[in-house]
């Protein structure tokens, strides 16, 4: 159970999470230029700088890290024909609801998940509400956010089956 890729899933969801703010630290002032004439309808968007190599690096290790997780994903569903992952399932995949004990786990770290997502979500829009923060903030708050549940679930998960084989 413990290379189940479905409770590696949310380690991997972390890891897209981290580059994707990178990402976005990348992009964060890029000069946008809007034309509008009668003769020209065009938006040009130039990064420069320190800024653009850090998005192409960023860029570069998501896409990386996206080939590596889909031969995971695929080597996983070819081992396991009725545990398949689909990657793009409404479905969070990493819920692990095969039998009664898992199915508990699974409910007890989505209850863990919920109430911090209730919590969370309304003080990052009170902060951004109240204070005058930049958009990168905002962006960072979001995916902090989601690195926040992702890590909440996978410890859960974790910390249950590790008493399961003590």
Do not use: C
């Amino acid at each position: 159970m413990k290379n189940d890729f479905r409770l590696q899933y949310p380690l991997w969801q972390m890891g897209f999470i981290i580059l994707l703010g990178a990402f976005a630290y990348g992009l964060s002032s890029p000069m946008t230029e809007v034309v509008n004439t009668e003769t020209e309808n065009s938006i040009m968007i130039s990064i420069g700088g320190t800024q653009s190599l850090f998005a192409m690096i960023a860029l570069l290790l998501y896409f990386i890290l996206l080939a590596v997780f889909a031969s995971q994903l695929r080597k996983h569903n070819k081992n396991n024909p009725h545990q398949k992952v689909s990657a793009f399932s409404i479905r969070p995949p990493e819920y692990l609801e095969q039998d009664e004990g898992m199915t508990y786990i699974t409910r007890k770290a989505a209850q863990k998940v919920y109430t911090f997502i209730t919590w969370s979500l309304p003080l990052l829009a009170a902060f951004a509400i109240i204070l005058p923060l930049p958009k990168l903030f905002i962006i960072w708050g979001i995916l902090l956010v989601a690195l926040g549940q992702y890590w909440i679930y996978y410890r859960e998960v974790r910390s249950h089956l590790k008493e399961e084989t003590e």
